[in-house]
């Protein structure tokens, strides 16, 4: 029967991503109290910690974290929000969504590399202040970015990575039919008591999409707060921030080192948490000072002040996509590029020839594991949705499931991984695809899942009524009406599973043991390798290889349905990576 | 007696949202009228076997003497249709229709085809077979979907407010010509509708649910 088994592949997906998470998070607790054979501990005792906490920096790098982690986040909120209150009702709103998606598919480690060439001492910005007239030139270690101690190139890259996030992730809560046409409701209803757009705005549709994407937020909260790859590209080492340690303690040549890294893995998940908790803190603030400004009834809310914030946003995003595009085409191909110079003297093409032929078996392992892991991730998403509408849950098993589903993402990657590493060398040692697979696989399935769920939840189901109406089977229904009509958006969510395990970093890294290599691995390899024009390169090919999957989700559709009429094709343009049918 | 709805109440968690009690003759229309959310497509979709929580049915369903309660939506034979065509986008008119009839209705896919020409031929869309769906006019597009769903041979047809979109010259032209094709395969149909018009079209049994 069809619906018992989308049932199980429902649960075979839960357990796909409760297990390596739970098993992971045991795999560090264990060595954390320890417990850890492999080196002759075998008793349980709290020295890791009291080792730990008697580290020097120790609260330094804890303090790193939490104010990169959650500074980055409410920036990237504030942001978010005042973006959509300037654009949300104007027509610019869609090419603000085309100018952010494609941040959403670029890698964290490309986002980092890429500011290095425009914010540096020796990038284009500081190229331009020189020209402008400012004769003294930036002295590296002096200047604020990057490197800085206080950790604000971490806290500003981080922001404007996740800033196009959130937005997006508003975007497609906004665009459900249900919620569209309250909020609209909303806007009318407020206009026409008075309050400006951007009043409208904050006091009426903000609080009701804000519940909505909470969930996602506070992921990307814990992810700012544990991230290794920008902090490892930006951050200072002096001291660096918890997680970036934890890496390094974990990948030390005494492997007595990794009781410490345990323990300090255990503090990661402690500190995410108590990030968590000021979030919170800030949400209730929030909330609170919402409700007073309710009951005012102010009509305006600093409109001018609010667009320009929102203007400023938008121009800095264009400056920063314009400049890191030139930078790093430019560097690509440069022979020689001297500092406050524009334009670099003399193009050669060495350095692409040098980076495709290291990069050729990288490049492959990039697409074979992406397409497996986008592939199979899709198919496990589609009939876990598939046996939600066959059989809806209850509400309790509904919200069980959805935290299940973003466990992944709430749980510190460098926590987790290296527990469950440890426990894929017990099992299976050699199977390292296999587990290479599984890691990403954790962090691929939540997105999908959430990009094909929005398409489910705007399929028109009568479609599927009157198909069973024709005797149809459930399956036939699923594979003959649904699948071709969703193919647009099933596309689009498998384009998007790809780009997340092409930018996967340490999943790769540890699942494998270092032995596959990916283009995300290497690029992160080569900042610190000695050939800057290599490293363009690379960010490069990072970059643009997200959009293989997004070129073939626009135009696949398009050619399999030719001649079925016109109106098809144009609903085909899709701009948002999060949007579906 | 082709279909008959015996004491079938229908709830919504625990509360009951209608009751009814009624037969519909083979080629008669039962028309059941009511203000929204009196539960008129809920009625359908239980009679269809398409209802779910938190919505619950009792009493009896038969079809033919057949109880058919505890059958599954799609070997049911009832045919649903709504007040958009809903025609699949991703086949052309004559695949839309071929895909709703019966897997051995004809001896080879050649017969198929001639069956589906004809069919359009006798409501003048004949050459339209190829076309896709989007380039019909909404008009053509009503008349391809009953088509489609006489295709499927149902044994019974129910239709939630099929004309309400239609605009009003193209409204009795469609609503009389649907009725002339129920009447004519002797299929009993069961139609919900605001409109006292398309009850009085219909010219049988009425049914007024009373707001809960």
């Known amino acids: 029967m069809f619906a018992q088994f989308t049932r199980i592949m429902r649960w075979c997906l839960l357990l796909l991503l409760c297990i390596p998470v739970l098993a992971g998070l045991v795999g560090v607790i ?22 730990l906490f008697a580290l020097d920096d120790i609260w330094h790098m804890v303090w790193l974290s939490l104010f990169t982690g959650v500074g980055s986040t409410l920036l990237a909120m504030a942001g978010a929000f005042l973006l959509l209150a300037t654009f949300y009702q104007s027509s610019w709103l869609e090419k603000v969504q085309g100018l952010l998606s494609p941040f959403l598919v670029f890698p964290h480690a490309a986002a980092a590399i890429a500011l290095l060439f425009v914010l540096s001492p020796s990038g284009i910005f500081a190229r331009l202040m020189v020209l402008g007239g400012d004769d003294v030139p930036p002295v590296a270690g002096s200047s604020f970015f990057p490197y800085d101690e206080f950790g604000f190139s971490v806290l500003l890259a981080l922001s404007l990575k996740e800033l196009p996030f959130i937005i997006l992730m508003a975007l497609s809560v906004m665009s459900q039919p249900l919620v569209k046409k309250k909020l609209l409701g909303y806007v009318n ?35 700012a707060t544990s991230n290794v790859e920008i902090p490892l590209i930006l951050g200072s080492n002096n001291p660096s921030t918890l997680a970036v340690a934890i890496m390094h303690w974990f990948n030390h040549i005494d492997l007595s080192m990794r009781l410490l890294a345990s323990g300090a893995a255990v503090l990661q998940v402690a500190v995410s948490g108590v990030a968590l908790l000021l979030f919170f803190a800030v949400e209730h603030f929030l909330m609170y000072l919402g409700k007073q400004s309710l009951i005012k009834g102010r009509r305006h809310g600093a409109d001018a002040l609010v667009r320009g914030i929102g203007y400023g946003i938008v121009s800095l995003y264009v400056i920063l ?17 001297s500092f406050p110079a524009l334009l670099p003297e003399g193009v050669t093409f060495l350095h692409w020839g040098t980076a495709l032929e290291a990069l050729a078996t990288p490049l492959v392992n990039s697409l074979l594991l992406g397409m497996l892991v986008s592939t199979s991730a899709m198919l496990l998403v589609l009939f876990t949705l598939e046996s939600e509408q066959l059989k809806p849950a209850a509400r309790h098993t509904n919200s069980a499931f959805s935290i299940s589903l973003f466990l992944p993402l709430l749980v ?8 469950l590493v440890w426990f894929q060398q017990l099992v299976l040692q050699n199977a390292v695809w296999f587990h290479t697979y599984i890691a990403h696989m954790v962090y691929v399935v939540p997105y999908v899942f959430l990009s094909m769920a929005v398409a489910y939840r705007k399929f028109d189901n009568r479609y599927a009524m009157v198909a069973q109406s024709l005797g149809k089977t459930p399956w036939q229904v699923f594979y003959r009406i649904k699948l071709p009509l969703m193919l647009n958006a099933i596309l689009v969510a498998w384009a998007l599973g790809l780009a997340i395990s092409f930018s996967q970093y340490l999943p790769t890294l540890l699942a494998s043991g270092g032995t596959i290599a990916t283009i995300t691995t290497e690029a992160v390899a080569s900042v610190s390798g000695s050939s800057t024009r290599l490293t363009a390169v690379y960010v490069i090919i990072q970059g643009a290889m997200p959009l293989i999957g997004f070129v073939i989700a626009w135009y696949l ?8 009429g016109a109106s098809i094709k144009e609903k085909n343009k899709r701009r948002a990576v999060l949007h579906g049918t | 007696m082709a279909l008959s709805l015996e004491k079938l109440v229908i709830s919504r968690a625990e509360n009951v949202l209608l009751n009814v009690n009624a037969c519909v003759e083979k080629g008669q229309v039962l028309t059941v009228m009511g203000p929204s959310g009196a539960g008129k497509s809920t009625l359908l979709q239980a009679i269809a076997g398409q209802l779910y929580e938190p919505f619950s049915v009792s009493g009896i369903i038969k079809i033919n003497n057949n109880v058919i309660n505890r059958k599954p939506a799609h070997l049911r034979k009832v045919g649903m249709m709504f007040q958009d065509a809903l025609l699949f986008e991703h086949m052309t008119v004559a695949e839309n229709i071929a895909f709703a009839m019966p897997k051995n209705s004809h001896s080879n896919p050649h017969a198929r085809m001639e069956a589906i020409n004809t069919m359009l031929s006798a409501v003048e869309l004949e050459s339209m077979g190829q076309r896709g769906v989007n380039t019909l006019s909404g008009g053509q597009q009503s008349r391809v979907s009953l088509l489609r769903t006489l295709a499927s041979a149902p044994d019974v047809v129910l239709l939630d407010e099929p004309f309400s979109k239609l605009d009003l010259a193209l409204r009795g032209q469609i609503r009389s010509w649907t009725f002339e094709q129920l009447k004519a395969r002797n299929i009993p149909a069961v139609l919900v509708t605001h409109d006292k018009e398309d009850a009085i079209a219909a010219g049988g049994q009425i049914i007024e649910l009373s707001p809960c």
Do not use: C, E
Not at chain 1, 30 to 46: D, Q, R, T, V
Not at chain 1, 198 to 221: D, E, G, H, N, R
Not at chain 1, 557 to 564: E, S
């Open chain 1, 557 to 564: 559709p398009g050619v399999l349905m030719k001649n079925r």
């Open chain 1, 412 to 419: 510190p990657g460098v926590a987790f991984l290296y527990g």
């Open chain 1, 189 to 223: 209803v407020g206009s026409s008591l008075g309050y400006s757009p951007t009043a409208s705005f904050f006091k009426l549709v903000a609080p009701s999409i804000f519940t909505q994407i909470k969930l996602p937020i506070l992921a990307v909260l814990v992810f």
């Open chain 1, 321 to 337: 996509i314009s400049t890191v595009i030139y930078a790093v085409v430019m560097y690509s191909i440069a022979k020689h590029w």
């Open chain 1, 30 to 51: 264990f060595p954390a109290l320890g417990y850890f054979p492999a080196i002759g501990a075998n008793s349980f005792s709290l020295d890791v910690f009291r080792t």
